[in-house]
């Protein structure tokens, strides 16, 4: 049982080049998240979706566009990349219980 | 303004000392809180829950709502707890704050 899996692990990008990460739970889960963590910032919330087809902003959207693409799938796109969004990007799955989180190995993604 | 404060970076202990990791959170509602951990070369996992009062791999914590805290405590560290701690508050149906983590180090 994989749960939840994140393409790629790693990754380096010019400024201004444009990225997909993506995003796949095998748990039969509505809800799914993007996260960024920064030192000494913790984790913040940048989009979810609650349900297939359903899409809302988190604390910290600006700069990205995802996609609930099934209820499976759930992908972060930067469209033109910046230094500030160099950072650790998580991906998250829930059940209706409050609270959970089941997250996946997290993506490193560095801009030059 | 919804916030969940943990105050230390680093708590080093030795093996079987206690152990304290402190939380504090700010929050106009009724709070709901939980400690999530990260062992080395392991995904963020949920520890445990404040509403299932439950006591999990030797952890403990309670809600103080006059002290707005949750501190996660252990009264005998080993050393398989040394890992990165997160408390995180429940703000909305979809909403879960996190605070900045704790590195708990447990030394032989």
């Known amino acids: 049982n994989a749960g939840v899996t994140q393409t790629p692990k790693f990754q380096v990008l010019k400024t201004g080049q444009s990225m997909t990460l993506q995003c796949a739970q095998d748990m039969n889960h509505n809800s799914m998240y993007w996260y960024r963590q920064d030192p000494g910032m913790g984790l913040r919330l940048i989009y979810y979706s609650a349900s297939e087809g359903t899409t809302d902003k988190g604390e910290v959207p600006n700069g990205y566009n995802v996609s609930r693409l099934n209820k499976r799938e759930f992908s972060l796109r930067l469209e033109s990349a910046a230094p500030s969004q160099t950072s650790v990007y998580f991906c998250?799955?829930?059940?209706?219980?409050?609270?959970?989180?089941?997250f996946g190995d997290g993506t490193r993604l560095s801009i030059l | 303004a919804q916030r969940v404060t943990q105050p230390e970076k680093l708590l080093s202990v030795f093996k079987g000392a206690p152990v304290e990791l402190k939380c504090n959170y700010s929050?106009?509602?009724?709070?709901?809180l939980f400690w999530y951990v990260q062992y080395s070369r392991q995904r963020l996992q949920l520890l445990l829950r404040?509403?299932s009062r439950e006591s999990i791999k030797g952890f403990t914590a309670d809600l103080n709502k006059g002290e707005t805290s949750f501190h996660l405590k252990k009264p005998f560290a080993q050393e398989e707890d040394s890992a990165m701690y997160y408390c995180a508050l429940r703000t909305g149906f979809q909403k879960l704050v996190f605070g900045t983590g704790t590195r708990l180090l447990v030394s032989p």
């Open positions: 929050y106009s509602g009724s709070p709901e």
């Open positions: 404040h509403i």
């Open positions: 998250a799955s829930s059940t209706e219980t409050p609270g959970e989180r089941h």
